[in-house]
């Protein structure tokens, strides 16, 4: 049996994709590594074969046109054979300590015919040139050692959120509700976490740090010049996830507050992006962007404009001047990607 199956989306990752495989590869025949080549031009597609020659009971490869990190990882669901299903992108890397607990957890919940919906672990910032490692846990949020639902969950600090990094779904989970991300688009990312959010009832948090996500390349989507240059996608992202729900229809209470501070999030990120520009026509979209939200949805909007990013506090060596809390964390790190 497959215990998770590992999708590599990988384009013109020649450099650096043997790193992530290699890390996954200790998790012997309990996973699935299936590399995606996304029409890379460079030997990537060479390197990911011989991955599949050497290792045939391990490694998968699915060649593919290029359609962008969402379509591969479309097409890695779509080749996933493993109860559960863990994106890793090809720059980055997992734990192997961490990664032989999951993988007993994962045993151990088996043997007991039990199955959840979303495991979720920390993930540490592998930032080029800064000694000590951040790594987002949430052990002040969520529940350990045991399976536990929506309603049980503590209160997310503004800036903390769930990300792919932190997130490994029953496999059949995200095949039943249709999972499809956009082609040609990034960021993604945000659609893959929070689309299915309002599907999962059965949730374990296992306080490892697994995922190692690395932050450095000058080409990277999170560079915030490359996302200044990309954020008419960041918006698009936005608003297709302001269109998924009616979140007054959520019923869980607390489910229905995280996904509107993950909206949040998006919003004050598209925000400061499109003020960082310095061009007009971006402050236009800003606008537009708040408009877009207020009429498909007043509730969250004023809980958002007036209640969330309402919460100010004083800028650090500038006494009497404030700033929204969200807004300053969010602005801080999209700067510390630099």
Known sequence: MKYISFAIPC???????????????????DVEIIVVNDGSKDDTLKIA????????????VVDKENGGHGDAVNSGLAAASGKYFKVVDSDDWVDEEALQKILGLLRRL?????????????????????????CIHYRNVLP?????HWDDIGHFHLGQYILMHSVIYRTDLLKLIQLRLPKHTFYVDNIYVYYPLPHVRKLYYLDVDFYRYYIGRE???????????RVDQQIFVT??????????????????????NYLAIMMTVSSILLIRSKKKENLDKKKDLWVYLK?????????IRYGILGQTMNIPGKPGRKI??????VARRLVGFN
């Open 11 to 29: 384009y013109n990752s020649q450099e650096y994709m043997s790193h992530a495989i290699e890390s996954i590869l200790p998790g012997g025949e």
């Open 219 to 229: 080409d990277q989507s999170v560079n915030e010049k490359v996302m200044i240059s």
């Open 49 to 60: 074969r011989e991955y599949e020659a050497k290792y045939p009971q391990i490694v998968r």
């Open 144 to 148: 350990q050692d045991e399976i536990f």
């Open 324 to 329: 929204s809390s969200l807004a300053y964390i």
């Open 239 to 260: 608003k297709s996830m302001i269109d998924m729900y009616d979140l007054s229809k959520i019923s869980c209470k607390k489910l229905r507050a995280y996904m509107i």
């Open 110 to 134: 088996e043997d007991e015919e039990e199955e959840i919906d979303m495991l979720v672990s920390n993930y540490v910032y592998e930032k080029v040139g800064v000694e000590h490692k951040k």
């Open 295 to 303: 009429k498909k949805d007043f509730k969250v909007f004023f809980k």
